[in-house]
């Protein structure tokens, strides 16, 4: 009877364990980032979205980053595989593939949040966009971009005129576009090789955008910098899932992941551009880099390189099926809606 009973007990003992351990199991949403580890994206944009998800599935599904699971140009690919289940992808990495994409990119002369763009970016995608089926293979959780990408050269620049011939650092997309425009030879190096590029003189400056001041030490080697409002450009980013995750995973937590993606994910991203462009600034001026705003006289001439340069894009891309004068009205109309909400701020987690 002795020997019955604590069998019993032990039965009981260990079905209450695997219960507790069932309850308490994790799906886990492995996140491949190729920023480095102080880059806003690894210390405010994941810890976030992790909180985010983990509050909506009740501790259900977490995220675990996972750095240097291959460079940047691979991402698509990294995800698409199931290596990861998830990353950030930046667009005009893969040239040829994305072209609905550049729709952010254009200058548009006028002054708005990264935030803000985002969330309009993000609408747009889904409504307009997503039709041309560039990101197969892949979910898009998030569409993002950068802040307004300036012009940072060596030598002081006060005019479009004084960046012919030289030779500036650019990444594909429309940036591209403006810097055949402007007469200027195009240099393809990473972010994180212009430092050494503009010291050793390979480059003369470089198109970044405004955080690259601090994260990519750009103050140092090439502290003038020429701007206009809006930026030269933005830059596209997306956030991607593999589609056979959600198989792991309840139909609840799908919906529960999704509620917290889509526009707040978007924002998110946005939001740490912003951040990041504001910290980049301060540090510049800091260590004496200058700021010129270009001439009014100059912004016209951006104004027709910019008309030449969305025809040519409208052309391309409705070839894949998009109205590109719809979809960038919509766009706009996105983002004075955008400006209007309520922002991020307050719900972001910083590491």
């Given at each position: 009877m002795k020997?019955?009973?604590?069998?019993?007990?032990?039965?009981?003992?260990?079905?209450?364990?695997?219960?507790?351990?069932?309850?308490?199991?994790?799906?886990?949403?492995?996140?491949?980032?190729?920023?480095?580890?102080?880059?806003?994206?690894?210390?405010?944009?994941?810890?976030?979205?992790?909180?985010?998800?983990?509050?909506?599935?009740?501790?259900?599904?977490?995220?675990?980053?996972?750095?240097?699971?291959?460079?940047?140009?691979?991402?698509?690919?990294?995800?698409?595989?199931?290596?990861?289940?998830?990353s950030w992808i930046f667009h005009a990495h893969m040239a040829g593939r994305f072209l609905a994409t550049q729709l952010p990119e254009f200058p548009t002369f006028e002054e708005f949040s990264s935030e803000d763009a985002a969330a309009a970016y993000w609408h747009t995608h889904q409504e307009h966009l997503a039709q041309a089926n560039e990101h197969r293979g892949v979910d898009v959780l998030a569409m993002g971009v950068h802040g307004p990408g300036q012009i940072f050269t060596r030598s002081q620049v006060d005019s479009l005129d004084d960046l012919r011939g030289k030779r500036l650092r650019v990444g594909g997309g429309v940036m591209s576009g403006l810097a055949d425009a402007m007469g200027v030879t195009g240099v393809a190096v990473p972010p994180t090789g212009v430092y050494e590029a503009a010291s050793q003189g390979v480059v003369d400056g470089a198109m970044l955008t405004l955080e690259s001041l601090r994260s990519f030490r750009v103050a140092e080697v090439a502290p003038h910098t020429l701007t206009v409002d809006g930026g030269f450009y933005r830059g596209s980013f997306a956030i991607v899932m593999n589609p056979l995750f959600w198989d792991q995973i309840s139909p609840e937590d799908r919906e529960a992941i999704e509620s917290v993606s889509g526009e707040h994910l978007s924002r998110l991203f946005g939001y740490m551009m912003d951040v990041s462009d504001e910290s980049g600034v301060e540090f510049g001026k800091e260590r004496g880099a200058t700021f010129t705003e270009v001439s009014e006289e100059d912004i016209e001439k951006l104004r027709g390189v910019t008309e030449e340069l969305i025809a040519n894009w409208s052309s391309d891309v409705a070839d894949r099926g998009i109205d590109a004068e719809t979809a960038l009205e919509h766009f706009r109309e996105q983002l004075a809606l955008a400006a209007e909400s309520e922002g991020i701020a307050d719900r972001v987690v910083r590491q």
């Open positions: 020997i019955t009973n604590r069998l019993m007990i032990g039965a009981v003992a260990a079905f209450g364990v695997s219960l507790g351990a069932a309850a308490q199991a994790q799906e886990t949403i492995t996140v491949s980032t190729w920023g480095g580890p102080n880059h806003g994206v690894n210390t405010i944009v994941w810890p976030t979205w992790k909180a985010w998800i983990e509050e909506a599935t009740e501790g259900r599904v977490t995220v675990e980053v996972v750095h240097d699971m291959g460079p940047p140009a691979a991402q698509m690919e990294i995800v698409a595989d199931g290596i990861a289940d998830a």
